[in-house]
């Protein structure tokens, strides 16, 4: 919501701010991006650990959490873009 409103005020007043917005969302996920597919890839090296690995553990929470932020911010720039 919080969000929204944001945009609102900025679309309103300025479209230069709202296309520089729009480029920093997608920088951001583009570096989501690139980070969980890093973390994706570091899981190859506990293909033999137990499920019970702290450090499995913690990088499926990591990946996790990219996804859930990357998601986001999609949802974000589907927003920009429909104004």
């Given at each position: 919501?919080?969000?929204k409103s944001k945009i609102q005020s900025i679309?309103?007043?300025?479209?230069?701010?709202?296309e520089d917005e729009l480029y920093r969302i997608q920088k951001n996920a583009k570096k989501c991006k690139e980070?969980?597919?890093?973390?994706?890839?570091n899981i190859s090296f506990f293909k033999?650990?137990?499920?019970d690995n702290p450090?499995?553990?913690?990088?499926?929470?990591?990946i996790e959490k990219e996804k859930v932020k990357y998601k986001e911010l999609q949802s974000k720039i589907a927003y920009i873009k429909s104004l």
């Open positions: 919501i919080q969000f679309s309103e007043n300025d479209h230069g701010k709202l980070d969980l597919a890093i973390l994706e890839n033999h650990a137990k499920a450090l499995l553990k913690e990088a499926l929470k990591n």
